[in-house]
């Protein structure tokens, strides 16, 4: 049953601290999608990936966020240094797009739940 | 910019009732997706629909585009309790970036 893994599950930390997400996406699914989910907002897109290339990057804080594929197999994305308003459900999706279709499928993590105080 | 709106936000009814839900845009879209995400998980892939007017079918779920690919429906008959969660949907355009609604936030009581 393939799925796509996320750690650490839930992160704790103090503001201005580096947090690091991890995402492993489906074996054989070419693009990835990093999503904040919060309360207010809803579900964000923040960046996404095709064969570990940057597609869009434009929703998210550039000052403060990156997103790196340093392999198929590993998706990142890194906070520093994070702030109380960054607390969030940041979820990993790996997806493909079948042949002809105008539409990902796309396959979510169970998330990374952050708190920065 | 798009504007997406689902309707009703929250939802709470007896199990056996039957409901419907929307999500309503000022955009005409290529295709939309229905998402369910249950606490403490990631959404999951109900559906996809592409033609206006189409209609799919999931067990007790009816999903329906709009003819104009502007809207989307999802009726749900005789709700039981493993129909709770947030329901989200997300449209997709020919330029537009990827967004997903707020959500409907359903409660089916037993």
């Known amino acids: 049953d393939a799925r796509v893994t996320q750690t650490p599950r839930d992160k704790v930390t103090e503001m201005g601290q580096e947090v690091t997400m991890r995402c492993q996406p489906i074996l054989g699914h070419n693009t990835v999608f990093w999503y904040r989910q919060t309360m207010m907002q809803g579900l964000e897109l923040l960046a996404y990936?095709?064969?570990?290339?940057?597609?869009?990057d434009s929703g998210m804080p550039k000052d403060r966020f990156s997103a790196e594929m340093p392999d198929a197999t590993l998706a990142t994305l890194k906070i520093q240094p994070s702030e109380p308003r960054d607390s969030a459900v940041y979820f990993c999706?790996?997806?493909?797009?079948?042949?002809?279709?105008?539409?990902?499928?796309?396959?979510f993590g169970p998330g990374t739940r952050l708190t920065v105080l | 910019t798009q504007l997406l709106e689902q309707s009703p936000q929250f939802l709470s009814i007896q199990e056996g009732e039957n409901l419907t839900v929307y999500c309503n845009s000022s955009s005409v879209f290529s295709s939309l997706q229905w998402y369910r995400q249950e606490p403490g998980e990631g959404p999951v892939l109900l559906v996809t629909v592409v033609t206006g007017g189409e209609v799919k079918k999931l067990k007790r779920l009816t999903f329906q585009f709009g003819d104009a690919r502007k809207d989307s429906s999802l009726h749900i008959t005789a709700a039981q309790p493993g129909d709770t969660g947030l329901y989200l949907c997300?449209?997709?355009?020919?330029?537009?970036?990827?967004?997903f609604g707020k959500g409907i936030t359903l409660s089916v009581r037993p």
């Open positions: 990936f095709r064969n570990r290339a940057p597609l869009d």
């Open positions: 997300s449209p997709r355009g020919a330029n537009s970036k990827l967004t």
């Open positions: 999706a790996s997806g493909v797009r079948l042949a002809g279709a105008p539409y990902n499928e796309q396959f």
